[in-house]
């Protein structure tokens, strides 16, 4: 099951965090950013959220499942959606802990031939 257009939109509104929060299509779901930074995805309708040491007390009592067959178990974040306060503090919280995204290396030129 795909995840719904509107429960992403619900997400990212009450996260409430503007243009810090993007999220692109990955594998058919979603993945949310803060400022850059993969913090959580979005599959089958549920908000997973990438567990850190540093935000283990706030993802102890969120339920664990994979995101979709074959992945490792996050922390489902779903009980905290309807909590705007909540959520975006999780999820800043998690953008802290996660270290910087990797520089992507620069794509090669092709080089033109001279006739």
């Known amino acids: 099951m795909a995840t719904d257009r509107a429960f992403l939109d619900y997400i ?4 409430a965090l503007g243009d810090a929060l993007t999220f692109k299509r990955m594998f058919g779901e979603y993945g949310l950013y ?14 997973f959220i990438k567990a850190a040491e540093a935000t283990r007390h706030l ?11 074959g992945a490792k178990d996050y922390p489902v974040a779903d009980e905290l959606i309807d909590d705007s306060d909540a959520l ?6 998690t953008e802290r802990a996660l270290p910087a995204a990797k520089p992507k290396p620069p794509k090669k030129r092709a080089r033109k031939t001279v006739s």
Not at 12 to 15: G, H, I, L, T
Not at 34 to 47: E, I, P, R, T
Not at 59 to 69: N, Q, V
């Open 59 to 69: 993802t102890a009592d969120l339920p664990m499942r994979p995101p979709y067959p």
């Open 12 to 15: 990212v509104e009450q996260a």
């Open 88 to 93: 975006r503090n999780l999820l800043l919280a």
């Open 34 to 47: 803060v400022d850059g930074k993969v913090v959580a995805f979005v599959c089958d309708n549920s908000l």
